[in-house]
DNA sequence: TGATCCCGCCAACGT
DNA sequence: ACGTTGGCGGGATCA
């Protein structure tokens, strides 16, 4: 291959040229220039996109023709040289598309400025792929890249062979509000909380063995593979052309998102990133090949994600140096929100694996994109098979949807779901956005302004008021108010700072709205009790303050957090307020769901009633349940099938999630540390309780919480025999370490300086506990793992090497009965600071 | 150099 | 068989 490769490259190589040079142009002296400018520049948003589209044709002709040249080598040559000679150096080399100039990223903003970001429902925003990719000039294949990563988020989906229906972002919000429920069901906080630990004790650690250990559990612990992620209204589509291996880039993209909108300061690197994704289909395999793949693989996603503006690329810098890392800045995820109002109804259907079947075909036809080979019915495009030995399990077949599903229809089906909740602002946004997208880069550029976050994340924007009738239940303010996360939640602009530090530019976030001031609760924060006026105020505070600050934190963490408050405070809090919150709206609605909900506390945090998990990953919204009802089931069913499935999927999950200090996001420092200790606990042995009690994350923790989940760290301390079994440790995670040591670095040491010594102390802890933890305390008091078979693995996310699925896990197996297993350990997150640009 | 990531071979999949 | 999709990773560019 590589042979050939060589000869190919440059004949590649010079069709490109010629490809470039001659855009729409007639063969060889066509000067480049007009064609290449013309896409190049700007990206204004869908205006041009006509003209591109009318001359279309035309270029398409010329493409041809080019084609036909490229295939003869020799005048290709021929006519690359006579462009150069035409051309000066400099020109010619102007002419030479750089490399840049042909990025993913910039193509895909041509791509994007051809389709409104809200296109209306009614025109048919139907994509030829081939048009598409004459019209850009670019392989079909690259277009593919764009389309599945737009597809992973519902903006696009499959109508046919070559055609792709835009949907621009009118499912965004619902589609990451789905992502983020999903991603804090396969426990995606941890799992990078897991990691980065890993690295940290790589740092000293040269241990091979124990590093595979780690990574063996770590990557068993992962349920592979969640498959693509469906939107109500969506499904359809989606699943109509099936496409094959479901498994990379699109889903790949969700994943990828996920980690994005589960963490807290939303930044997400490169490298953790691919660890993850690598670890949930193939478990261990440090491969390095296969890293270095996913990473390259992930490039090309973070382009198109940056191309919508939905994340941008920063640097985090560590004590290892700088990596790679992306910055989400798209719009923040409410809770649930959006679900309420179409979720109601019904009933979702989840089901556990096996029995899945009915209930899932009737949602089928719009979840899944099934891989099953096998064709239904009706629709054979939508069959998708599963794969091999997941197949049997997850297969689902799809329903035959009908064929009917014409896109208009969805999307109006979706619009009117949509449009009562987001789209008001989704209509302002887009009208600023056309006024003038322009002005709005360079406000963003400039510093975040209330007017950006607005723009950027419409359906994000906080809701000011209830939008919509539907909702009653939910009071738009009911985060806040809570106490939940509004933090997190709402958006915040970034201030720049002039950072004396590192001459590196530090910025703050702050909230736009006063209002969310309040968000600054946060029990491990000294700085959050700050309002934003404060923060601001930071600026001129110079890195010594920030230091001490951070110290503070620290402190503060130490004395006042315990285990229970981490998980608490941030997602805790949010779900739960949303559960609840979302339960009284919907109680009529879903009576039945409560009283699932009942049965299983866990379930509460995942309870969304829009969604519903399945074990084989897919996500299947309520709406679609509405769908299924069609097919004919009864509500009791579903409601039966839900019960079910939540009992065995949803449960510790959400009730896991560590606590990152919310503060983070809104203060983006480096000096900050911040580096909450993070244990997991099952949700379950905690007791959900005081979580899910405490409404407010504030009140949280500190009395109750402690309790519990110290006690679940001592057990499993004791389990893994790091502790005497008489031995107590404090609940403080910080106070964790300190048995052996002094821990305080690990919350928080000054950015510049951490002392080295205390890391290696505090790595080497960690790395006992690690050990412990994964091996003793993952695998623990297991249950012994359904035969489930194939599938099983895929599945439980947190399995262990050694099988049973430990974790908190959707395993199906499970009775719904959620064991200590886990009790993971979470490092500090070791970032110390962000670069942007 | 390491970070990026373009490019296109070629294998699954459809049809 | 042939066209469409898209996994994958070599190796070119960029910083």
């Not at 006519?79 to 490399?99: I, M, N, T």
């Not at 208009?408 to 789209?423: E, G, I, L, R, W």
């Not at 509004?486 to 002039?498: G, K």
Request: aromatic share 4%.
């Amino acid at each position: 291959r590589s042979v050939l490769k060589t000869p190919l490259k440059q004949a590649a190589t010079s069709h490109s040229v010629l490809t470039e040079l001659q855009p729409d142009c007639q063969p060889l002296t066509t000067p480049p220039k007009p064609k290449e400018t013309l896409p190049a520049d700007p990206w204004t948003p869908t205006s041009n996109l006509k003209m591109l589209i009318s001359a279309a044709s035309p270029e398409i002709r010329s493409r041809e023709q080019r084609k036909e040249l490229s295939d003869n080598p020799s005048e290709v040559l021929q006519a690359k040289h006579c462009l150069q000679e035409h051309l000066s150096g400099d020109e010619y080399e102007k002419s030479q598309p750089s490399r840049k100039e042909k990025s993913l990223g910039l193509l895909c903003h041509k791509f994007l400025a051809r389709y409104p970001d809200y296109p209306s429902t009614a025109e048919n925003n139907y994509i030829c792929l081939d048009e598409v990719a004459e019209e850009l000039n670019v392989e079909r294949r690259r277009i593919y890249d764009i389309v599945n990563v737009l597809e992973s988020l519902h903006m696009v989906s499959r109508l046919a062979k070559n055609r792709y229906t835009w949907h621009g972002r009118h499912n965004l919000s619902k589609t990451l509000q789905a992502l983020k429920k999903v991603g804090e069901e396969n426990k995606y906080t941890q799992q990078i909380q897991m990691i980065k630990k890993r690295e940290y004790e790589h740092e000293f650690d040269f241990d091979g063995e124990r590093n595979e250990e780690m990574a063996r559990s770590f990557g068993s612990s992962e349920h592979s593979e969640m498959s693509f992620v469906e939107l109500p209204g969506m499904e359809f589509r989606a699943a109509s052309v099936n496409s094959r291996k479901d498994k990379s880039l699109r889903v790949m993209s969700q994943k990828f998102v996920m980690l994005f909108l589960v963490s807290t300061p939303q930044i997400v690197s490169l490298e953790v990133a691919a660890k993850i994704l690598i670890g949930e289909d193939q478990l261990e395999d440090l491969d390095k090949s296969k890293f270095k793949t996913k990473i390259r693989r992930l490039y090309d996603i973070a382009n198109v994600l940056s191309s919508l503006e939905l994340i941008k690329k920063v640097h985090v810098t560590e004590e290892r140096g700088r990596k790679p890392a992306f910055k989400w800045t798209g719009p923040e995820v409410l809770p649930n929100i959006q679900g309420t109002k179409l979720e109601t109804t019904s009933t979702t259907s989840p089901r556990p694996i096996s029995e899945s079947i009915p209930s899932k075909e009737q949602c089928s036809k719009n979840l899944f994109p099934s891989r099953g080979k096998q064709n239904f019915t009706r629709h054979p495009s939508l069959i998708k098979l599963v794969k091999s030995i997941e197949n049997d399990r997850r297969k689902i077949q799809s329903a035959p949807t009908s064929p009917v599903k014409i896109s208009a229809s969805t999307d109006q089906n979706v619009s009117a779901f949509t449009s009562k909740m987001a789209q008001v602002p989704v209509i302002a946004k887009h009208q600023l956005e056309g006024q003038s997208k322009k002005a709005k880069e360079m406000k963003m550029k400039l510093s975040g302004s209330a007017l950006d976050c607005n723009l950027s994340s419409p359906e994000a924007v906080p809701k000011p008021q209830p939008p919509r009738p539907a909702a009653p239940a939910e009071q738009p303010a009911l985060p806040q108010p809570l106490g939940v996360c509004p933090p997190s939640h709402s958006p915040v602009s970034p201030v720049i700072l002039p950072q004396t530090h590192s001459g590196v530019s530090y910025a703050i976030y702050l909230h736009p709205s006063p209002a969310h001031t309040v968000t600054t609760y946060s029990p491990s924060f000294m700085l959050q009790p700050l309002p934003r006026a404060n923060l601001t105020g930071m600026k001129s505070i110079n890195s010594k303050v920030v230091n001490k600050i951070t110290t503070e934190e620290g402190d503060n963490q130490i004395a006042t957090d315990d285990p229970t408050k981490c998980l608490t405070a941030k997602e805790r809090p949010n779900i739960k307020s949303e559960t609840s919150s979302q339960r009284c709206l919907k109680r009529s609605q879903a009576l039945q769901e409560s009283n699932l909900i009942k049965r299983c506390r866990s379930d509460e945090e995942s309870l969304d009633t829009s969604l519903t998990f399945f074990p084989s990953g897919y996500l299947i919204p309520l709406t679609q349940c509405t769908h299924g009802n069609k097919a004919g089931f009864s509500d009791e069913e579903k409601a039966g099938i839900c019960s079910l499935q939540h009992t065995t999927y949803s449960s510790p999950i959400a009730g896991v999630i560590p606590m990152t200090a919310p503060e983070l996001k809104a203060v983006n420092i480096p000096a900050f540390h911040i580096t909450p200790l993070n244990i997991m606990l099952s949700p379950t042995s905690i007791a959900a309780a005081p979580v899910l009690s405490g409404s407010s994350l504030n009140s949280s923790n500190t009395s109750s919480a402690p309790n519990p989940s110290s006690s679940v760290l001592n057990f499993t301390l004791q389990h893994v025999g790091l502790i005497p079994t008489g031995v107590q440790v404090p609940a403080n995670p910080v106070l964790q370490h300190v048995p052996v040591s002094s821990q305080p670095e690990n919350v928080s040491h000054s950015s510049e300086n951490l002392n080295l010594q205390e890391e290696k102390v505090s790595k080497n802890i960690w790395r006992l506990l690690d050990r412990a933890g994964l091996s003793g305390g993952y695998s623990a008091p297991c249950v012994p793992k359904e035969p489930q078979g194939p599938q099983a693995a895929t599945e439980n996310f947190f399995r262990t090497p050694g099988g049973p699925n430990t974790g908190p896990s959707l395993s199906a197996n499970s009775d719904g009965t959620n064991r200590i297993s886990q009790g993971a350990l979470y490092i500090p997150q070791r970032k110390l600071e962000v670069s942007e640009d």
